[in-house]
């Protein structure tokens, strides 16, 4: 079970040739488990609907939609029992830490490594894209 920050699904909808791009394919599919709380799906939704965002995605609003709903229908519900703030210097960041927490995520999956350091006193690591593609046997 992973958890995937906001910067991953942003880049794979910046580029279709990046670890992140693969990674939405691979869960899209079912090739892997990610976990997101109502407050990250929420925030996903708001940060890729954002007209700056938009403006830099390879499809259009409406595309984003559909694979977003795809997206959300495949990754595991979590409910936050228990908040463990404040854990992070961003945050933004907490809801992602808690939804790992609370979902028991092996890692999360971030290009920001370095903010979530406080994710190993909890037992999860924190992996850039590459990583779990190469693990996955997608590249």
């Known amino acids: 079970m992973y958890v995937l920050d906001t910067n991953i699904l ?11 791009f693969l990674l939405l394919e691979a869960l899209s599919r079912g090739e892997f488990e990610a976990a997101a709380s109502a407050s990250l799906l ?3 939704r708001d ?4 007209d700056s965002q938009l403006k ?18 495949r990754m ?22 808690e939804c790992a927490i609370n979902a028991r ?10 903010d979530f350091a406080a994710a190993s006193r909890f037992g999860i690591d924190v ?3 590459r990583n ?7 590249i």
């Open 76 to 97: 595991k519900p979590v409910t936050v029992h228990f908040r463990w703030r404040p854990q992070l210097p961003d945050p933004d960041d907490e809801m992602v830490l």
């Open 10 to 20: 942003v880049a794979a909808f910046r580029s279709r040739s990046g670890a992140s």
């Open 132 to 138: 779990l593609v190469h693990k996955l046997g997608l």
């Open 42 to 44: 929420l925030e996903y």
């Open 105 to 114: 995520a092996k890692a999360i999956i971030t290009f920001n490594t370095a």
């Open 127 to 129: 992996e850039r894209p």
């Open 47 to 50: 940060v890729l609907g954002r």
């Open 56 to 73: 830099r995605f390879w499809t259009s609003a409406e595309e984003v939609d559909a694979v977003f709903a795809v997206l959300a229908a």
